[in-house]
Each structure stands twice: as structure tokens, then as C-alpha cells.
């Protein structure tokens, strides 16, 4: 997880007391979805948290009129709940809000369950509620992130490169399957980054445009580095060549210190790509500030470390 579980909570916390004193204030009985929906809407930029309160929205009309349309005809929640459920996450999906069929289910059964005066008040109620719940998460974001996307993006660089780094030795000797969660967690940054840049590129924030495509950049790098190690992994593997050939190569990646120990010929073409790359994360070519002292293998950005011969492929 790359998120900052304190700096999550404190937005969590913030988003759900302002959803329920804007509630209160427009008089609004639906806190619970408030409170509940402004926590979902809560996200490392602000462009990421509008999208997901649009979801929100989308899915709770969903929902909610199927729930309200069972109510108005008297149908039994016992009937009605299960039918609307299936009904409400089918039609997320044809709407092409899939994110947000868990709402729409959502929606669906609290009208039936917790009405709130007619049908339409029920529906309206729930409404107004996922509408406080996107102006509280939006707030949040906009005052909290938007304005700290150095230190949240910094943060999760240097928790991608630990990662990235401890799964290297397990993807250069069993292949892919080993540096999947690095994947992964790569993949789910960058879409982050992606939006990030999106919505500064409107707001012509060039200054912060230009630190998170430089954090755009790091993440790509560290992804091809896995992939690379991966590709090693797999001629490894189909070679059956021993681990015991390998180890000292592995050991030296985490420790780069003095020359590096040869791997067997049809490795070498491998073993020569990852130094480069190990070689372009230390220069750091677009890096942002303090990106540098992002966890590598052992201390890769030693300042003597662009002209270290023991990089010599």
C-alpha cells in the first residue's frame, strides 16, 4: 500500500465531520451516507476525488430509483431488496459506472429499508446526501492534497522503490510471477500520476507539472527495471541455470561495490541492461526533490556512484 494510513485517516476524519455539519445545515437526515460517501470520496489528488464523487452520484440514482420505484409499488423488501441489488449493479455496469455498482446496491437497499417519508423524499434524501458527501470530499482533497502533491507523491516514489528493489533478486532468478505486487503497485501509481497530471495541466501549475512528471518518470523506470529482471528471470528459469551461479550477481545489485561478477554468457545481454538501468534511476535524469534518497539497492545514490566502476557492465 503506498497511501499514508495517518495522512488517509486525518482526510477520512475531516471529510466525514464537514459532510455532517453541511448535512445538519441544509437538513438533511441521511448522515450515515453523508459521512460514509465523503470517505470514499476522499483521494490523493483532487481531479481523482471529482471522479469518484461523480461515481457516487451516478450509482446512487441508480439505485435509488430502482429502490424508490419498489416502494412505490408496495413490493415486499424481501422481494424487492434482491431484485433492485441485481438489478442496480447490472445497470453500473451497463451505464459503464462499474465503480460505482457497490453504491448503486447500496442506494438500493437503503431506500427500501430506511425510508425516509414518500418514495421521492427517500430518493431525494439519499440524493442530497451523496451531494454533500462530493462537496465535503472535494474540499478535503482540494485543501488538504492539492496542496501537498510533493510530499504525497515524494512519499509513495520512495515506498515504490523499496518495494521495486526488494523483489529485483527474486524477479532476475524466477522470472515475472516474482515482481507481480511491484507491477502492480507501479501501475497504481501511475494511474494516479496520469490524473494528477491531468488536472495541473489545467489548473497551469507548470511548477508542480513539471515535479510530477519527473515522478511520472522514476515510476516508468523502476517498472522497466522489473521488467528487464523479469526477462532475466525467465532465461534463468528456462536455462535451469543453478541459483548458487547466480547469487553473486544478486548480491552485488543490492550492494554494488567493486566489479561486477559475470553471469553466465547468455545472461550477460541481461545483466548489462539492468546495470543501465540501475545506472539511470542514480543519475536521476527528471527526478524530483529528495527522490534521490529513495531506498535503492543499498546505497545506490552514493555521489560517487554515476562513475563507480563496479557499474561497469
Not at 445497470?91 to 448503486?104: E, K, R, T
Not at 451523496?130 to 510530499?151: H, I, K
Not at 528487464?228 to 543453478?242: C, H, K
Request: with cysteine.
Amino acid at each position: 500500500m503506498l497511501a499514508n494510513p495517518f495522512f488517509l485517516a486525518v482526510k477520512a476524519g475531516l471529510a466525514s465531520l464537514l459532510a455532517l455539519v453541511l448535512g445538519a445545515m441544509m437538513g438533511n437526515s441521511d448522515h450515515v451516507s453523508a459521512a460514509f460517501i465523503a470517505v470514499l470520496c476522499t483521494s490523493p489528488t483532487v481531479l481523482i476525488g471529482l471522479r469518484r464523487a461523480l461515481t457516487q452520484f451516478a450509482g446512487s440514482i441508480i439505485g435509488g430509483v430502482l429502490g424508490v420505484v419498489c416502494l412505490a409499488l408496495e413490493v415486499e423488501p424481501w422481494i424487492g431488496v434482491p431484485i433492485t441489488v441485481a438489478l442496480a449493479i447490472r445497470g453500473a455496469f451497463l451505464l459503464n459506472v462499474s465503480n460505482g455498482h457497490q453504491v448503486a446496491a447500496f442506494s438500493a437497499i437503503l431506500v427500501q429499508l430506511v425510508p425516509q417519508g414518500t418514495p421521492l423524499q427517500t430518493l431525494d434524501s439519499r440524493l442530497i446526501a451523496v451531494f454533500v458527501a462530493a462537496v465535503s470530499g472535494f474540499v478535503v482533497n482540494l485543501l488538504v492534497s492539492g496542496m501537498a502533491y510533493e510530499e504525497i507523491f515524494g512519499r509513495r516514489v520512495r515506498l515504490l522503490e523499496a518495494q521495486v528493489f526488494r523483489l529485483l533478486p527474486g524477479a532476475a532468478l524466477r522470472g515475472p510471477e516474482a515482481a507481480q505486487a511491484g507491477f502492480n503497485l507501479i501501475a497504481q501509481l501511475q494511474d494516479e500520476l496520469s490524473l494528477a497530471l491531468e488536472e495541473l495541466r489545467w489548473r497551469q501549475n507548470w511548477e508542480k507539472f513539471r515535479l510530477i512528471q519527473s515522478i511520472w518518470w522514476r515510476a516508468g523506470r523502476l517498472r522497466h527495471l522489473l521488467h528487464v529482471a523479469s526477462e532475466m528471470g525467465y532465461l534463468v528459469r528456462a536455462t535451469q541455470v543453478p541459483e548458487a551461479t547466480m547469487a553473486p550477481f544478486l548480491d552485488w545489485i543490492m550492494h554494488p561495490e567493486g566489479e561486477r561478477p559475470r553471469v553466465p554468457d547468455h545472461l550477460e545481454p541481461a545483466a548489462h541492461r539492468i546495470v543501465a538501468e540501475l545506472l539511470s534511476l542514480v543519475s536521476g535524469v527528471a527526478h524530483g526533490p529528495e527522490i534521490d534518497g529513495a531506498g535503492g539497492p543499498g546505497d545506490l545514490r552514493q555521489s560517487e556512484a554515476s562513475d563507480h566502476q563496479g557499474f561497469s557492465p
